[in-house]
């Protein structure tokens, strides 16, 4: 007998049920891939801002440990407010600082060089810039004065502003003075041409002087006690920096008076946050609108929101700190950074950067107890 052999095929049943496990699983493969992409995405993101925040830092705090303490020397830090709506309200509040430091000969060089053509280029005599001889204390042809500036990036984007830097020699009197008193016109804008962008997306610049009072051992504070930092300085004692404009204006406590020298810091802390434009983009918002007096906030994507230590946030031109996240409730402390606590709108966009913090020691320090 021939014995034939049947292949039993699969049922309509089967058949579905093996479609159903199969879609169940390439569903799940997809949204698994879509968190892993998004995941290494916001990495490299805030790797990226993390470099960015750490090479401006690192440029800021180059100029510092340079500064000269000699009768030529100056450091002035103070804060501008600025109006973007025209509501006579300020919008955002941001940092200045203009300071004299020493330069070594590369640095004097390429001042010296870059308006020149080739031809006055070599005609140049650079032997008193050779690396290994002092600058003059008394003598300006030897030093450089040095501006940085935060200004809004403009009425679209509120929350962001952009850094510049300028240079120039403290000799050099075809181009304007950074420390003159009316080197920022009207609208706080400095004079045209004398500074250059450094980068976009900044959403936070914060600087802290310790004076010799300060204690900074056990962190940071700025206020107006003896032990406290303080968020400006003027190293001439001269009331340069506008107490109308922002309380962080206020001179701090524990300052010697001024005898021939400038006042120098002991410390400077340095803090930066950067937030690109396609972060801000994907921020989440308020779901809910906040009176003044709220301490806890609904949004709409809880998981977006910033979960470091200290972390900050910055809504409609509040800044808050994050006390707790818990699913879309955010528990914060109103009012940080001398900002105002406001009423804010359902739907505004919960903005935040990765901050980076560097201590800078200042080696021209000198103490004096003549308070």
């Given at each position: 007998?021939?014995?034939?052999?049947?292949?039993?095929?699969?049922?309509?049943?089967?058949?579905?049920?093996?479609?159903?496990?199969?879609?169940?699983?390439?569903?799940?493969?997809?949204?698994?891939?879509?968190?892993?992409?998004?995941?290494?995405?916001?990495?490299?993101?805030?790797?990226?801002?993390?470099?960015?925040?750490?090479?401006?830092?690192?440029?800021?705090?180059?100029?510092?440990?340079?500064?000269?303490?000699?009768?030529?020397?100056?450091?002035?830090?103070?804060?501008?407010?600025?109006?973007?709506?025209?509501?006579?309200?300020?919008?955002?509040?941001?940092?200045?600082?203009?300071?004299?430091?020493?330069?070594?000969?590369?640095?004097?060089?390429?001042?010296?060089?870059?308006?020149?053509?080739?031809?006055?280029?070599?005609?140049?005599?650079?032997?008193?810039?050779?690396?290994?001889?002092?600058?003059?204390?008394?003598?300006?042809?030897?030093?450089?004065?040095?501006?940085?500036?935060?200004?809004?990036?403009?009425?679209?984007?509120?929350?962001?502003?952009?850094?510049?830097?300028?240079?120039?020699?403290?000799?050099?009197?075809?181009?304007?003075?950074?420390?003159?008193?009316?080197?920022?016109?009207?609208?706080?804008?400095?004079?045209?041409?004398?500074?250059?962008?450094?980068?976009?997306?900044?959403?936070?610049?914060?600087?802290?002087?310790?004076?010799?009072?300060?204690?900074?051992?056990?962190?940071?504070?700025?206020?107006?006690?003896?032990?406290?930092?303080?968020?400006?300085?003027?190293?001439?004692?001269?009331?340069?920096?506008?107490?109308?404009?922002?309380?962080?204006?206020?001179?701090?406590?524990?300052?010697?008076?001024?005898?021939?020298?400038?006042?120098?810091?002991?410390?400077?802390?340095?803090?930066?946050?950067?937030?690109?434009?396609?972060?801000?983009?994907?921020?989440?918002?308020?779901?809910?609108?906040?009176?003044?007096?709220?301490?806890?906030?609904?949004?709409?994507?809880?998981?977006?929101?910033?979960?470091?230590?200290?972390?900050?946030?910055?809504?409609?031109?509040?800044?808050?700190?994050?006390?707790?996240?818990?699913?879309?409730?955010?528990?914060?402390?109103?009012?940080?950074?001398?900002t105002t606590a406001r009423n804010l709108p359902a739907g505004a966009t919960v903005h935040f950067g990765s901050p980076v913090t560097?201590?800078?020691?200042?080696?021209?320090?000198?103490?004096?107890?003549?308070?």
């Open positions: 007998m021939t014995h034939v052999q049947r292949t039993r095929g699969l049922t309509m049943v089967e058949l579905l049920v093996a479609l159903f496990l199969a879609s169940f699983v390439m569903v799940a493969v997809i949204q698994l891939l879509g968190v892993t992409l998004d995941m290494w995405t916001r990495g490299e993101s805030r790797r990226s801002v993390i470099e960015r925040s750490s090479s401006t830092l690192e440029m800021l705090a180059d100029d510092l440990r340079a500064l000269e303490g000699g009768a030529l020397g100056d450091l002035l830090c103070d804060w501008a407010r600025f109006d973007l709506d025209g509501d006579n309200q300020p919008d955002r509040i941001w940092p200045r600082l203009r300071l004299v430091r020493q330069a070594g000969a590369p640095l004097m060089q390429r001042l010296a060089m870059r308006d020149l053509d080739p031809e006055q280029i070599a005609a140049l005599d650079f032997e008193g810039l050779r690396p290994d001889v002092p600058p003059d204390p008394a003598d300006p042809s030897g030093f450089v004065e040095v501006v940085w500036v935060v200004l809004p990036a403009g009425k679209d984007a509120p929350y962001e502003g952009v850094l510049f830097r300028g240079e120039r020699i403290l000799s050099d009197d075809t181009r304007a003075a950074f420390l003159d008193d009316q080197y920022f016109g009207t609208g706080e804008q400095p004079a045209p041409g004398s500074v250059d962008e450094v980068g976009a997306g900044i959403l936070w610049l914060g600087f802290e002087f310790a004076t010799q009072t300060s204690i900074v051992r056990e962190g940071w504070k700025v206020g107006s006690g003896l032990a406290d930092a303080s968020a400006s300085w003027d190293a001439w004692n001269r009331g340069r920096p506008n107490r109308e404009a922002s309380v962080r204006n206020e001179a701090g406590r524990g300052m010697p008076r001024v005898d021939g020298e400038p006042l120098l810091p002991r410390r400077v802390r340095l803090t930066l946050e950067l937030e690109s434009r396609n972060d801000a983009r994907t921020r989440t918002t308020l779901s809910r609108t906040v009176d003044a007096q709220d301490a806890q906030l609904f949004v709409e994507r809880g998981a977006l929101l910033p979960t470091e230590p200290n972390s900050h946030v910055w809504i409609a031109g509040e800044w808050m700190q994050v006390l707790e996240v818990r699913g879309n409730t955010l528990r914060v402390s109103r009012g940080a950074r001398q560097t201590e800078v020691p200042i080696p021209l320090y000198k103490d004096d107890w003549n308070l």
